[in-house]
């Protein structure tokens, strides 16, 4: 009986899966392709070519070469009869739009199961080549980053600002309940910290969109660096986040609005989230062009994650290659409302659950006292930071 119960939970596992390779099977059988000179891509204009694929030209065959070069370092480039540079432009295209593959398909030439093993084939590379472009600040960018983090609202030792997002998919197949989300969604966590030019300095990507953004980062390897690494960051060096996050000297939050916030209280607020804006354009830019990330339709967990980084390696990719995005500047009257209704969002989880659960077994000790040390210097840091500020 036990064996049976377990035959069929197998099979309703595996179903899905089978259906979603079937379709590819079926329409490869029946496809009929169109003669498409993709060719013609690659003489665009640089305008028309950046609207369609996000990059300009210049930066395309950078990344083509980047990622040329990766291949045949790790062995994995395939000899094809359709070039690499073809591959990555319907791959681009893809990420770019919200188009299903068969529409991809028609466009370039291919049939259904080509476009897919292309959009897995360079999602991977893209995935192995996060390390390298997603990377925390040295010493030296840090000094840089400070300076200009000050330049926008005068708050000192900003070198980044951390924020998480929910990434929309598909009904996965098992667990589902852990991925609902607040808005009534699945989803999967994006855990990221940006700094002045909206380039993302770490990344987190895979727990369920259920989760609170406090017990992500907590769960991030960034927590335990942040905590126990003495070089990730120097003496009077912070990141700040709005108020789902733990305070830690590390990590400053703003004040909690209870209605009795005094003056310099409220002016820290108004300063540390016009700082704190950034990270809202960076995801908003990451999500207006490379539009998948408003949805993902996957039924394999891992192609999402993929996915994701993928997207966040070509946001910053653009970045570090002169292809600048642009930065929104903060209205100053938002944030001179003296009714603090501006910080509404900012005190929207409860304290239990930004701070550690005393009766939670499952928090080793020595890591509740870290936190716990770094919670009271925090306190402290905060209260100096907000006295320094002259009383406007």
Known sequence: ?????????????????????????????????????VEEFRVMGDPAFRMHFRLSEDVFENLLQDIGNH?????????????????????????????????????YEACPSEVHDAYVYIIEALRELA??????????????????MRRISDFP??????????????????????????????SIKMQAVCDDKLLLRD???????????????????????????????SEGEHIIGDSAYMLLNQLLTPFENRGDLRPLQRQYNRRLCKVRARIEH????????????????????????????????????????????????A????????????????????????????NDPHIPQDFRRLVEASHRLGQQKRWDISNSFPLL
């Open 1 to 37: 009986m036990m064996c049976d119960q377990l035959i069929d939970e197998a099979a309703e596992a595996l179903i899905p899966g089978v259906m979603f390779y079937w379709q590819f099977l079926y329409e490869d059988r029946i496809w009929e392709k169109i003669t498409v000179n």
């Open 203 to 233: 990344l987190y990507v895979g727990e369920a969109g259920s989760l609170h953004d406090a017990r992500v980062f907590r769960r991030s390897p960034l927590c335990s660096n942040l905590l126990e690494d003495p070089n990730i960051l």
């Open 157 to 186: 030792g900003i070198v980044g600002i951390i924020d998480g997002c929910n990434v929309p998919i598909s009904a996965p197949v098992e667990d589902k309940a852990a991925y609902r989300d607040y808005h009534h969604q699945y």
């Open 331 to 358: 209205a100053a009257n938002i944030y001179d409302v003296e009714d603090a209704r501006v910080l509404e969002n900012d005190v929207r989880a409860p304290e239990p659950r930004r701070n550690l659960d005393a």
């Open 131 to 148: 390390p390298r472009f997603i990377t925390w600040p040295n010493q030296e960018e840090r000094v840089v980053i400070k300076a200009n």
């Open 282 to 329: 960076t995801f908003g830019h990451a999500k207006c062009l490379w539009r998948r990330l408003h949805f993902l339709p996957v039924v394999n967990m891992s192609y999402a994650l993929d996915h994701i980084v993928a997207c966040i390696v070509l946001h910053n990719y653009k970045i570090l290659h002169g292809d600048q995005v642009a930065i929104i500047p």
């Open 71 to 107: 291949l045949i370092e790790e062995q994995r480039l395939k000899r094809e009869r359709r070039p690499l540079s073809h591959i990555l432009l319907m791959v681009l295209w893809i990420l770019a739009t919200p188009e299903c593959f068969r529409a991809v398909a028609l466009r």
